[in-house]
């Protein structure tokens, strides 16, 4: 079938090219004109027969927004946008709200799939109405790996994108996992041949799994992770997950740890174990010294006005 | 080559019977003796012939150490013993050292494999000195799974049991990550397929694994869990990697909340939210109640004496 | 000074009384007729001399919204509104340029002191320009308790509310090491004389403090605490505290610890367990059962579909 | 009384000289001969009259026990021992067992009160039986603070230093708690300031504390704490907080977090997160430039020999 595809960076453009190959007639846009196949949004509207189809690969936030703002204006009633980036899935309603007025349809979509999806598929996560689905199921089943995984209709308009963070919510927990038993193996010198028993954990283990495969390659090609710093970024996708649990009452202690080491990584140094150590040394063996230090200065000694109140309180 | 087993039940039973399958002499003790070779651990040793080997499957703890003791008596230098069980490493040593003073020497060896194991083969951690291994890597060659992985010489003595001990601490984090995820969409009814959200994300995505698989098999057979109560042992391995960790500064957030996760499914209530809530009463609403309620009897009224001190403190 | 004060209820109703005590003009408003000074708020404007100030004490969220579009409308520029309430600090932005527009003034102010407010001052912190913050200081000096604390003009609009946000988030960490601390005493029967500790606590350690008096005085009344259930509920400010951190990435593991407790503590069944306990189940002892059960049956036996994939992979 | 005391340090020196002002008769014995009023243990032993109290104060573990064999050889039926480190309460067991063999009482006395406990006592925390503890009460009354607080006698054998361990987890959750809470403030830049929003809660707030009175201290002294490392040192008690609590299958989330966290403070860099890093890295952005650089190598791209065992294997 017939889609426009807006935004044509990495993921974009390979999921254009993978639809083409599947036979289908693919319009792209992007505001880099050298790999754009026309020259603005309105140029891709007239490319399109009605009732068109829009896919949106752009960065959520901002981006998305104005081109579900411009979409709404240059679409036309029995379209169907759909919203392939990473945005948040309450921006999903407002997105369906705003386009609906307007008798445009809106889907929104979780894609997985990073480097490896031109070849092998991307895994996705829909939301909206079953019609709208339907409509694009021809676009789906060509995305998607073969087999009959890889593609869920996970729900209404957002509940794509909200199965999109969940999954990275448990990515982040599995990651942490893993990483956490890394670290307790190299700590300890115990087991010597770290890599060989990750290798080893690929076959007849519970815990076999892709990202477990990662690691075995990762430690291949640097057996101690000597080349990287102890950095990490978050996707956002992690942060939505840990508030839309505190929103729900749900606690999420294992998937919250993944994301506050995360943060952690990122400090040169730590603000709140500053002010534990502040405190160690207010009533600790470092204010033993500063005590002798000041009193030769008299009435300045450290506890002089801390202590009494509470001594005396009782 | 020939060895003998002692214990019999669902593992070692399962390992006797897949060594016999690919052509050993497996001689079995249990204390149950119908399933048991031979009427005791002498007629066992008696049966094997020097050097001999006999791999211990019996409960770690207690049981382990009193058939080490036996052991220690019964073999002559130059055996072999293999711990299969699941002893904690730092027990490893110990009975290596209380074998080698008589020339018997020890291996310990890690076992994941469970119910498919007889089937799929054994995956084997195993520590040791190089020699011992490899005197015993026939029977460790048939217990693995067929291909590359499935097994690793992780290291000297204790250095089998510590990786599977770790193995079983990611675990432990990575179940308590999909188990987050599917509490948070399943509290939140935006994703109205929760099943088929599960079973898609088995193909493409950076979370496939067997956990996955085995996940999307429980909720085929019970879509809500509805038969089963949040009520989670724990085996012992997801404690000593906690402490593990804690002995050698190692900070395993991720792995300890899963832990405590378990700790806490088993309470009927929750000791210490009962202070949270005796503290709230204290100094919240509920205790309006009281204090008009004591008003009548004078001075007992909550705040008397707790206030003033601090009040008057600063 | 005169001033207007909407919402009679514990807090509100309490605090016009402190202030009545200290000489103020109070006008009360509240719907419920029986505790109000005046029929409505247009009478309460109507009795209050410009340039006024009116304090808003009524619930977040909806109720105080909606007084605060009230107010916009039946102010006068130069009046100047208090929310005294539990306000997410962004509200108070809103509500400040929403007034500001009509140039009325706002302040927001967090206010603790629970049954005790009346009889001993109000902990407050409050937002906003010094101007206005300087107009309201004769209500805050009788608000607050005796002495040189117990009030901080912490920032600009938001900061009084945010300032009590993060307040209420230690306070949940600190709540939650009391009452683990009291579980792990009770839960090994080590130290017999569990009230006693506590209680001797209370002079001389790093740990005294309110809430350790507070502690004492609910293991006086109920010494194994056996009245209470272990249920807590959560105010609000602990999620705000939680979400704050996460937005601004900051790692908050020890709080938010406490707020998951807290949620935990209000499910009959944790959910996240059910899924542990069915993935145990899968891969574990009860499926042998299964297993067992369903050979008879034939193919259906688990691992039959599951393992092969995995097993073959490597 | 009149009492020996060993190890004439910070602690066992003010000690000594605090009983010494409440008049007892104290022989101190300390390795540094400028500080000792005796030679030797033997002439510790001989200054004393029977039946004789001996007070240890050295660094827990090798030197308490190496002081309390040698007390067991030189004691007499009938003398009693008292640990006043920081020692591990199952250590406790171990020696009261060793002397009873002879004869010879143990009290365990956990002991708090630092720099101040000179002048403002120490609060004790003692196990044993009643007997002995009676015996001592002349000591512990001098040495703990005035009021009626101070002092519990909290069970038989290691109660003492279990209650004093317990003590410190808590100390550890509160600490970490307001370390939390000042990071959020730093970090938001909402509150403007923070050392006088401290400083308010002094008075009148649920969380009013010695450790608050610290704290505001502490950034009286350096309001940004930037002198300080965000480097925390852990006595022991932490960790064998935790271990107790794992052992006893007691969740403590928040105290650990708060363990973990002075872990992570002691790294110069996370390995864990390098592996988070490193994961990210083999899916991610990141592994694109690889690929790429990777693609002229040929079969050697990632993602060949990863991803078709899992994408073939549904």
């Known amino acids: 079938m017939q889609i426009g595809i807006i935004g044509l960076g990495k993921m974009g453009g390979n999921m254009a090219e993978r639809l083409r190959r599947a036979g289908h007639d693919v319009v792209g846009y992007d505001r880099h004109p050298e790999v754009s196949d026309v020259a603005d949004l309105d140029e891709l509207v007239q490319r399109l027969q009605a009732p068109r189809a829009v896919w949106v690969m752009v960065p959520a936030g901002d981006a998305t927004r104005a081109t579900v703002d411009k979409l709404c204006e240059a679409l036309s009633p029995g379209d169907i946008v759909v919203d392939g980036g990473n945005s948040h899935y309450l921006d999903d309603k407002k997105h369906a709200d705003q386009l609906g007025e307007r008798g445009i349809g809106f889907v929104d979509a979780g894609v997985s799939g990073g480097v490896w999806g031109l070849q092998n598929g991307y895994a996705l996560m829909v939301g909206g109405d079953a019609e709208n689905v339907g409509r694009l199921m021809p676009i789906f089943d060509s995305l998607k790996p073969e087999g009959e995984d890889g593609f869920v209709h996970a729900g209404t308009v957002g509940a794509g994108h909200f199965a999109k963070m969940v999954h990275n919510g448990i990515e982040y927990g599995m990651m942490q996992a893993f990483a956490e038993g890394w670290e307790l193996l190299e700590a300890t010198d115990i087991v010597t041949d770290v890599p060989g028993t990750f290798a080893s954990w690929r ?55 993944a994301l506050f080491a995360r943060f952690s990584s990122r400090q040169d140094d730590s603000p709140a174990m500053k002010m534990v150590a502040a405190l160690r040394n207010q009533f600790g063996g470092h204010a033993v010294t500063s005590v002798e230090g000041q009193h030769a200065k008299g009435a300045d000694a450290p506890g002089a006005d801390v202590t009494p109140p509470f001594q005396g309180g009782h």
């Open 203 to 257: 076959t007849g283990t519970v815990i076999r799994s892709w990202l477990l495969d990662l690691l075995v390659r990762a430690l291949d090609q640097d057996p101690d992770l000597a080349e990287l710093k102890g950095y990490a970024e978050d996707s956002g996708e992690g942060r939505w997950t840990v508030q839309a649990a505190v929103d729900h009452a749900v606690p999420l202690p294992a998937i919250t740890a």
